[in-house]
């Protein structure tokens, strides 16, 4: 079987750019496909009440998600500056120290998460009326916590060699999976919301093990020795010394994202599903951002282990016009179809109205929200951990304090939540240029 490597220290930078995210942009995409799985099948099937509960969840799982994630990633940086040095052995040694880490990490937090799942839903305010089916479906996330930490951890391995395809292609698989299981459980054997839970379990723990599998079987860098396999506490100090500061920045981020559901649910069921459809359809327009910011991460990565600071800043340049681009693209998109995007996911005239509205005030703030990605792609690939965990502290601070302090102004209410969004996303985007332009005069000193 070929071995899929790309060397981003040489070459066309928007080219290569262009080569990784391709398939990351269409896998980012499939990814997504869970989640609008779960809200469209379960929105459409069982109504505004379920896809209330599923949306309740998102920012408690996210969170405990990310504390797992942000060690996956701190590793990815990790193996993609050792592969820009050319040290094929300590990216291998780098690969195994990361899944020590990724097995250990998620156990504990997915143990802690599941007994404390509904202490927190009561915490957030979630409505009584939604609170049973929420519990419910939150805890088969916390159980699918470790299947989806092996997945991330094989493809951010796989990534930081400059293999963006690999993944895709189980990512795809699991999707069109999750999605059948998804049918068949909620239509078919009437689990409701837990079903949809279930089915996104099962092909969370198959495509991350193919993916490992297929990795071991067909790329040399997954070939590992019994010397590679030895625990390197400086190599595992590196990553986590990146990684904790990862963790950080997006558990500080999911907290501030819980401190703003308290907020919608404040207002009820129907702002509730709102959010929820909304907070679904923002997740598919920071997909290109995301992927963007990936890309940008290993080939910055790469080409600071080779030294190659003017072409990791040249790339970072045709990156943030890339963003730029797509940005202009999707406002007008999101202006004119707001109501056809939202009816998507509900019927209930009353949550389409709503969300509609709510997204046309957050694509005025999208170019913030792609500055924040663009700068955390180059920085990430530097290994600058102070950005992270500064960055994720801005948007608590912010999360924290503007919503509260527009909802409770009576001609704004709870469009307040929807305004905060955008403003923290401008802060955020701010804040992160600054601190690129600090490190930019650092390294080219």
């Known amino acids: 079987m070929k071995e899929n490597t790309l060397n981003m220290t040489e070459g066309n930078p928007v080219r290569l750019i262009l080569i990784f995210s391709v398939p990351m942009l269409v896998g980012n995409i499939f990814q997504q496909l869970y989640n609008l799985a779960d809200s469209v099948i379960v929105g459409q099937l069982i109504g505004a009440d379920a896809l209330a509960a599923i949306g309740s969840t998102g920012s408690i799982t996210f969170f405990f998600f990310a504390i797992c994630n942000g060690f996956g990633a701190g590793g990815g940086i990790v193996a993609s500056q050792s592969f820009g040095e050319g040290d094929k052995e300590k990216v291998k040694n780098c690969i195994a120290n990361v899944a020590y880490l990724m097995f250990l990490v998620p156990a504990v937090i997915g143990t802690i998460a599941f007994f404390t799942a509904g202490q927190i839903l009561v915490l957030l305010n979630t409505p009584e009326s939604i609170l049973p089916v929420a519990k419910s479906y939150m805890r088969i996330m916390c159980l699918s916590i470790i299947f989806v930490s092996l997945y991330n951890f094989v493809s951010s391995m796989l990534r930081a060699i400059g293999d963006s395809k690999t993944p895709l292609y189980f990512l795809i698989f699991s999707c069109f999976l999750n999605v059948g299981l998804d049918i068949l459980f909620v239509l078919y054997f009437n689990m409701g919301v837990f079903g949809a839970g279930v089915a996104t379990l099962i092909s969370q723990l198959i495509s991350g093990a193919l993916c490992l599998i297929y990795a071991i079987k067909s790329n040399s860098y997954f070939k590992l020795s019994r010397q590679n396999l030895r625990v390197n506490f400086l190599l595992m ?16 981020i999911a907290i501030s994202c819980m401190a703003l559901q308290r907020v919608v649910n404040s207002f009820g069921a129907v702002a509730v599903a709102a959010f929820a459809a909304t907070s679904r359809v923002e997740q598919i327009i920071h997909m290109p951002y995301q992927t963007l910011s990936a890309a940008l991460s290993t080939y910055c990565g790469q080409n600071f282990g080779a030294k190659k600071y003017d072409r990791m800043i040249n790339g970072y340049r045709k990156a943030m016009l890339m963003m730029a681009t797509f940005t202009i693209c999707m406002i007008p998109v999101v202006q004119i179809f707001g109501h056809g995007i939202i009816r998507m996911f509900v019927k209930e005239t009353s949550v389409i109205e709503m969300g509609a509205n709510a997204i046309k005030i957050t ?23 102070f950005f992270a965990m500064f960055n994720g502290i801005v948007e608590v601070i912010g999360r924290f304090t503007v919503p509260f302090i527009l909802v409770a102004i009576p001609v704004i209410g709870v469009w307040g939540i929807w305004w905060s969004l955008g403003l923290v996303w401008f802060m955020a985007g701010t804040t992160a240029w600054w601190r690129y332009l600090y490190m930019k005069k650092k390294i080219l000193k």
């Not at 100090?237 to 500080?252: A, D, H, M, R, V």
């Not at 999208?366 to 530097?382: E, P, S």
């Open 237 to 252: 100090w590196k990553c986590i010394k990146i990684g904790i500061p990862l963790s950080l920045q997006f558990s500080l």
């Open 363 to 385: 694509s005025l703030f999208y170019i913030f929200l792609g500055m924040i990605y663009t700068v955390r792609g180059i920085l990430n690939g530097m290994g600058d951990s």
